[in-house]
């Protein structure tokens, strides 16, 4: 059975930093991109980091770029988001997504085989 688990949420001030984390189990994913996408109350799901498998290749949503930062560890089949100078617009549920479509097409949420079950990030204000 598939499964990934996130962690690293939390409740955060305007301006300070979260690091979120999501690791795979249960089988040997197949070497492909993962992505983190969120979604605040009343609003749609909307994406905000993909990676590839290699790491070479990033893509950010519009109002997260430059403010945060995804990576992974193959090793640990872990992805990761570095979120800094966190706004009270972040606030929402963080989901990280696995087997991916190929660069650039991260942001396509429908090409995501598996999911995450969310950790909630609040940023007061």
């Known amino acids: 059975q598939v499964q990934l688990v996130e962690s690293g949420g939390g409740l955060v001030q305007a301006g300070g930093s979260l690091k979120l984390s999501c690791t795979a189990s249960?089988?040997?994913?197949?070497?492909?991109?993962k992505g983190w996408f969120r979604q605040a109350p009343g609003k749609e799901r909307e994406f905000v980091a993909g990676?590839?498998?290699?790491?070479?290749?990033?893509v950010y949503g519009d109002s997260v770029k430059g403010r945060f930062t995804i990576s992974r560890d193959n090793a640990k089949n872990t992805v990761y988001l570095q979120m800094n100078s966190l706004k009270p617009e972040d606030t929402a549920v963080y989901y990280c997504?696995?087997?991916?479509?190929?660069?650039?097409?991260?942001?396509?949420?429908?090409?995501?085989?598996?999911w995450g079950q969310g950790t909630q990030v609040t940023v007061s204000s």
């Open positions: 997504a696995a087997e991916g479509t190929s660069y650039p097409d991260y942001a396509r949420a429908a090409g995501y085989d598996y």
């Open positions: 249960g089988r040997t994913f197949r070497r492909s991109a």
């Open positions: 990676i590839s498998w290699s790491g070479s290749n990033t």
